[in-house]
């Protein structure tokens, strides 16, 4: 507020002007976001207000209920989002401007969440037992001749699930199943660790390909303790077979269903559906923006192009059951 407001309120005897303002759970760390929360800011006055919130987001807003000060989540993966959406924690959204930004395969349906940015579920591929061009599709990795050559996390992790899901969505069930029976036979060590752990093992030589996001490309450059790791390896972006992209998952936004400050919070959102807000959060996060007219940084671009999978994240949400019964009939961590 200024100082010549201030003096005029306090003059009139009249009450002090509410600031606008937005109160948003974050699983992103505050350092993280703090760009996008400015340009926000000093775009259109409104302030923000940030609660970090790394676990147990749905369940702290069911326990909140109508009382929550909570208008908007920023999150990340397609789970928590529809983990959200189910728990009747947000409400659908209607807005032009995010309609037209972001692509339909990015968006809830029933407008209830919106990809910001989105990361793709990649093949690191060691640049010296490797060669380019090897693995063109995600069904290739089944092949027999990646016996003892592959590392992955675990396949109850969120990330693996997406990407099994994702499977069923393109291949069907029985298909997928007997691909991730193929791809247990053909790891080199029982699943273990993250995603920047597959691309250490593949720097020390327990393996020649791994699956992994593509951010962690620009978290491992990044930490001089990892960058070694990152230079061992090259991003593959395999396909699905029958004509679908690469595998991607988001990073979204929702209204919660209990938004005191409705209004200041569609304007939130639709900020970050912006070219300006998106170019600023997808450098931060090493990601790619959501809408197709935002170019990604120089350092995603130059890991190389990307198709992104056209198959609406919802859908494949819908496949996680299944996919989590599948990989435990197939024992995939045993």
């Known amino acids: 507020m200024t100082r010549s407001i201030l003096a005029a309120a306090l003059l009139a005897g009249t009450a002090l002007p509410a600031m606008a303002e937005i109160n948003i759970y974050s699983y992103r760390q505050p350092e993280l976001i703090q760009p996008l929360l400015d340009g926000f800011t ?3 006055g409104i302030e923000t207000n940030v609660a970090y919130i790394d676990k147990g987001l749905t369940e702290r807003l069911t326990a909140e209920g109508a009382r929550s000060p909570a208008d908007i989540i920023l999150t990340v993966d397609i789970a928590r989002l529809s983990e959200a959406k189910e728990a009747g924690v947000t409400q659908a959204v209607s807005s032009d401007i995010l309609d037209e930004n972001i692509p339909a395969a990015l968006r809830d349906p029933e407008g209830h969440w919106f990809g910001v940015t989105y990361r793709a579920r990649i093949v690191y591929a060691s640049k010296d037992r490797v060669a380019e061009g090897e693995i063109t599709t995600y069904e ?4 027999p001749k990646w016996k003892g050559r592959i590392c992955t996390r675990s396949g109850t992790h969120d990330y693996t699930l997406g ?5 069923i969505a393109h291949d069907g069930i029985e298909a997928t199943e007997e ?12 699943p273990e660790g993250n995603d920047r752990a597959q691309v250490k ?3 020390a030589g327990e393996c020649d390909i791994s699956l ?5 490309m620009g978290a491992m450059l990044a930490d001089p303790e990892q960058t070694e790791w990152a230079n061992s390896v090259r991003i593959e972006f395999p396909t699905f077979e029958d004509g679908g992209g690469t595998h991607v998952n988001v990073s979204g936004v929702a209204m919660t269903n209990s938004a ?21 959060y997808a450098e931060v996060v090493n990601e790619y923006p959501a ?9 995603v671009q130059s890991w190389g192009e990307i198709t992104p999978d056209e198959t609406n994240l919802q859908s494949i949400a819908e496949y996680r059951a299944e996919a989590l019964k599948l990989m435990d009939r197939v024992d995939f961590d045993g």
């Open 42 to 44: 000093d775009k259109t």
């Open 140 to 143: 290739d990795l089944a092949d």
């Open 163 to 167: 990407l099994v899901a994702a499977m």
């Open 179 to 190: 691909w991730a029976r193929g791809l247990k036979a053909n790891l080199a060590r029982e």
């Open 201 to 203: 093992a593949i720097w």
């Open 212 to 216: 992994g996001n593509t951010y962690y």
């Open 260 to 280: 005191p400050n409705r209004e200041e919070a569609l304007s939130f959102m639709e900020y970050l559906a912006s070219p300006e807000a998106q170019q600023i």
């Open 291 to 299: 809408g197709p007219d935002t170019q990604a940084s120089e350092l």
